[in-house]
């Protein structure tokens, strides 16, 4: 739970992951989380070739770029990265223009992003 308040003037990004293999354990996960502010902003974009990025249960407002994701002028990456949303809601959450490559993930898809195991929570969050 959280705010992700975007202060872009035009253009921006609100992740931008990176990961040189599929092997590596890492990635950005959001869990109802609010993404609000000014710009014409980016879900996420690939800093490395299998970036990993993921919105469940997210609140869009209309600041999100309808393409929503970017592969930063490497389109190799298109078939590696991760990028995907699960149950957005708002007037930013319109998936009609998304690029073809990120995904709308399934509940079996997105279960282990949602948990707080994901970031070892167990071990250190109280809650």
Do not use: M
């Amino acid at each position: 739970d959280c705010t992700l308040n975007s202060i872009a003037r035009k253009f921006g990004a609100i992740a931008a992951h990176r990961r040189n293999s599929a092997e590596e354990d890492t990635g950005f996960s959001f869990v109802n989380c609010r993404v609000t502010g000014t710009g014409r902003i980016f879900l996420g974009r690939a800093w490395g070739p299998y970036a990993r990025i993921v919105y469940s249960h997210c609140r869009f407002d209309n600041i999100i770029h309808p393409s929503g994701w970017n592969d930063w002028h490497q389109p190799s990456r298109r078939k590696t990265v991760s990028f995907g949303e699960y149950k957005c809601r708002g007037r930013g959450a319109n998936t009609r223009k998304r690029v073809e490559w990120a995904k709308q993930f399934s509940y079996e898809e997105v279960k282990s992003f949602t948990d707080k195991s994901y970031i070892n929570g167990d071990q250190w969050l109280r809650l």
